[in-house]
Every structure is written in structure tokens, then in C-alpha cells.
T-cell receptor, first 115, second 117 residues
Framework: AQKITQTQPGMFVQEKEAVTLDCTYD???????LFWYKQPSSGEMIFLIY??????QNATEGRYSLNFQKARKSANLVISASQLGDSAMYFC????????????FGTGTRLKVLA | GAGVSQSPRYKVAKRGQDVALRCDPI?????LFWYQQALGQGPEFLTY????????KSGLPSDRFFAERPEGSVSTLKIQRTQQEDSAVYLC???????????????FGEGSRLTVL
């Protein structure tokens, strides 16, 4: 069965510092996609970054980068130069390539950026 | 509209009542998803539509849950005889892509928060 594990229920980071949010996954699929979403208090899920299982290079999107270690089955999110607006819940998710977009989400990490 | 719109944003129901939650996806988006997010948890998949066809309803927790998208745009999630364990945020998401290789993002609405008393 597919599973996403986020072991950090909450994290604090000082403004302008970098922070790493952990994500490990379990799947028997050979092909899959890994995603990170941000959920502010408004409730909307905001897409941040995507990594394909066959991508050799780590994905980057502005201040977000995904540290993908396939052998360890980890897909950690790195946020550089944290901003106060980064305070939110962050969810790691996985989806197989075939079939429908049955995203499997982790339980999330609540990030608080301190001024 | 510019984004995915869900209504009502908040719904309080007495146990045993029926509720209907509406989702207006982004115009032209082929795929539509419903997710259930319990307090302190990540979203859990309920069902998936490609246009008007419901291709996957494996996540619906019981036969009290029913979803439809009759014209391939607006979707309604209906919960009959609500129970306290149905209390959650129900998220709708849409995508311009249709199955196959999923490299793209889902566009989520702000959700409908259901509280069953």
C-alpha cells in the first residue's frame, strides 16, 4: 500500500532562515509523482513543487526545492529565506503515474515563521 | 470564475440530515476530485470524475455518500443521514488534465466545512 509519512507535526523557523520539512514515502510502484502543497488558514491547498520518480535532478521552484533521495524514499521540502507568509500547513503527497490522480497525502507539518 | 469555488463554506447539520456540497471547477477543467480532510489530518481521496464520468469512487466511505457531475462541470457531493464522523472539510479540486501521466498540479477550492451535531 502507498503511504506518506511526515514526522514533524510542527516546526519553527526564524525569518530569512532556511527550513527543511521531512517526507518519506512507501510505494511498490516504479513510476510516481511527488508533490508538496501549502495550506494556509484560509483552507485552500496551494501547489508548490513536483518531482517525478524518474527525474534525476532535484526540482526547484523559486525559494522551494525538493531534496529527492529515491533509495531512501524521501522527498524533503527545503524553503530558503523564509518569510512570514510561509507560515501554514505543508502537505507532502504522492500519486502513481497510471490511472487516476489518487493523491495520497501525509498528515502535514505546521510551519511557523518567527519575526 | 478564476478559481475553484465551493459552497457552502460552512454547514452545520443535525445528525440524520442530508447535506449537499457544491463545487464549481475552473472552466474547461476535465478532471474533478473530492477529498475529505478530518481535523489535523491530510486530505483523503473520495472520488474522481473525468468530465461527467465518475471513474473512481473507491474512497467514498459508505453508501450514504454520493457524488455527481451530470454535465461535466459543476459537481455535487451529497451525504445522506449524516453522522458525527462525517464532520470534516470537504475539498474539491480540478485539473485540465485527464488521467495518465500526472505531472501537474490540482487546483483546490477553499473547502466546505461540515459539522454534524
Amino acid at each position: 500500500a502507498q503511504k506518506i509519512t511526515q514526522t514533524q507535526p510542527g516546526m519553527f523557523v526564524q525569518e530569512k532562515e532556511a527550513v527543511t520539512l521531512d517526507c518519506t514515502y512507501d510505494t511498490s510502484d516504479q513510476s510516481y509523482g511527488l508533490f508538496w502543497y501549502k495550506q494556509p488558514s484560509s483552507g485552500e491547498m496551494i501547489f508548490l513543487i513536483y518531482q517525478g520518480s524518474y527525474d534525476e535532478q532535484n526540482a526547484t521552484e523559486g525559494r522551494y526545492s525538493l531534496n529527492f533521495q529515491k533509495a531512501r524514499k524521501s522527498a524533503n521540502l527545503v524553503i530558503s529565506a523564509s518569510q512570514l507568509g510561509d507560515s501554514a500547513m505543508y502537505f507532502c503527497a504522492m500519486s502513481p503515474y497510471s490511472g487516476t490522480y489518487k493523491y495520497i497525502f501525509g498528515t502535514g507539518t505546521r510551519l511557523k515563521v518567527l519575526a | 470564475g478564476a478559481g475553484v469555488s465551493q459552497s457552502p463554506r460552512y454547514k452545520v447539520a443535525k445528525r440524520g440530515q442530508d447535506v449537499a456540497l457544491r463545487c464549481d471547477p475552473i472552466s474547461g477543467h476535465v478532471s474533478l476530485f473530492w477529498y475529505q480532510q478530518a481535523l489535523g489530518q491530510g486530505p483523503e481521496f473520495l472520488t474522481y470524475f473525468q468530465n461527467e464520468a465518475q471513474l473512481d469512487k473507491s474512497g467514498l466511505p459508505s453508501d450514504r455518500f454520493f457524488a455527481e457531475r451530470p454535465e461535466g462541470s459543476v459537481s455535487t457531493l451529497k451525504i445522506q443521514r449524516t453522522q458525527q464522523e462525517d464532520s470534516a472539510v470537504y475539498l474539491c479540486a480540478s485539473s485540465p488534465l485527464a488521467g495518465g501521466l500526472n505531472t501537474g498540479e490540482l487546483f483546490f477550492g477553499e473547502g466546505s466545512r461540515l459539522t454534524v451535531l
